[in-house]
């Protein structure tokens, strides 16, 4: 995500990293280049003079140039500004207790994935020990009701729809089920047009009235860049948002919207969609996103992300297991499916302090570790348990099953091996590890 800018942004502060002297013209040649970066992610203009602007003003003080380390000075300048860009601070959603019933309205233009992101944040807020319940209210686009009804299904929250075209009527019967079942979260989807026109507008208007939501989110395509800022503006004079859902964050090369949303609109970005999963939409932290596009990394949602995947007893037994050198290839193969579920490998060295532009597209073969699985899938529960047994017969019965050659399984029996030494020594030795954290950015 952010790729493009997060590569010309890291250049740039790599510039002042460890700099004990800096002049205002290095300050100059910096923000200049900075500018053009923002500009060339379609950040708004008059967001980009005003982040250029407040940067200089706070990096030219004596303050900066005479401080010990102004390098470092100028890249936190840059960072804090980053942050004030995209919204300070995480901005939770404004709901009422378990006794009552909170209204969520999503509405956005057709294509930007409200229904899709309607699903995925009644699995979030499920999941937070909240009970939702969904209302199919998109009565325009062909199959919308059907496929919220089957999202709804997967993740077990009940949907409301009626055999109508009058959007305004299922809202509020949805209310009134929503109360009478006790549910304490009702989450509309609305109908969306692929341009705004007043039909919509009026549609969600009196929708909006007939519910009187909590939160009235907007649901954006974070491609669109630009357009995405103009089609919130237009909304929020109309409707009034409380803020914007960013979908498809993930494949966003450039950052314009995500850069440009806050300082136009003054509404916060809550969440961002980062895969097609319905667990994949994740609270948007200012603070954590500017340390990604400034290639500092973001080992606080790494970290949660891996909780979410291994328990403590987990991560103990493994940490027992390399050391001992009992690792299997077995244990190997549950750590390729828990790190599937973390996100592409990609995007996880990207949270790496350090990392990001250091590793490209190319640089890691999905394909390959997908090879690997195949292998370790096609072994015995025995073979996985112990590789030594695995000899010339049983690694052409596994390259047959797995679809690879023997070559590969061989390759990857001593890749294993290999790997199982090396994790151990770093297990054992603390000086090994601090010089690994500080390849990785100082981690």
Do not use: W
Not at 395 to 404: E, L, Q, V
Request: proline share 2%; hydrophobic share 40%.
């Amino acid at each position: 995500m952010l790729d493009r800018i997060t590569d010309k942004l890291t250049d740039i502060t790599r510039q002042f990293t460890g700099k004990n002297r800096i002049t205002e013209k290095n300050i100059e040649d910096a923000v200049n280049e900075i500018k053009v970066a923002l500009l060339d992610a379609d950040v708004n203009l008059r967001v980009v003079r005003r982040f250029v602007n407040r940067t200089i003003k706070d990096a030219t003080g004596e303050d900066v140039l005479r401080s010990v380390d102004p390098g470092q000075m100028f890249i936190k300048i840059v960072y804090d500004k980053m942050v004030d860009l995209l919204g300070d601070s995480r901005q939770d959603l404004e709901l009422k207790g378990p006794d009552t019933v909170s209204v969520i309205l999503l509405l956005g233009l057709q294509g930007a994935g409200k229904t899709t992101a309607a699903a995925k944040l009644a699995a979030r807020l499920k999941k937070e020990g909240r009970n939702p319940m969904l209302a199919a209210c998109d009565l325009v686009r062909p199959a919308a009701v059907e496929q919220l009804s089957v999202l709804g299904e997967q993740i077990g929250v009940e949907v409301y729809r009626e055999e109508t075209k009058n959007a305004v009527k299922v809202a509020k019967n949805a209310l009134k089920l929503a109360k009478k079942k006790q549910y304490d979260t009702l989450i509309i989807d609305t109908a969306g047009r692929l341009q705004i026109d007043q039909d919509m507008m009026k549609e969600i208007v009196d929708v909006r009235e007939a519910v009187n939501p909590d939160e009235a989110l907007l649901v954006a395509d974070a491609m669109t860049g630009q357009n995405a800022v103009e089609i919130a503006k237009a909304f929020d004079e109309e409707v009034t948002i409380s803020g914007v859902i960013l979908t498809k964050f993930d494949s966003d090369a450039r950052g314009g919207a995500a850069l440009s949303l806050k300082s136009i609109t003054g509404k916060p970005i809550k969440f961002i969609g980062v895969g097609e999963k319905v667990e994949d939409l994740e609270p948007f932290y200012p603070d954590r996103i500017a340390s990604r596009i400034l290639g500092m990394g973001d080992v606080v949602s790494l970290v949660e992300k891996a909780q979410g995947v291994a328990t403590q007893e987990e991560a103990e037994e493994l940490q027992k297991k390399i050391i001992s050198a009992t690792f299997t290839l077995e244990d190997y193969l549950k750590q390729f499916q828990q790190m599937r579920k973390m996100g592409s490998v990609q995007s996880l060295v990207a949270m790496i302090p350090g990392m990001a532009g250091k590793i490209g597209d190319g640089d890691i073969d999905e394909k390959a570790i997908k090879r690997e699985e195949a292998i370790i899938l096609s072994m015995t529960l025995q073979e996985r348990r112990n590789h030594r047994i695995i000899g010339p017969p049983r690694r052409k019965r596994i390259a047959a099953g797995s679809g690879t050659t023997v070559s590969e399984v061989s390759r990857l029996i001593k890749k294993f091996d290999k790997m199982r030494l090396t994790m151990k020594k770093i297990a054992k030795n603390k000086k090994l590890q601090n010089q690994l954290m500080t390849q990785m950015g100082g981690m």
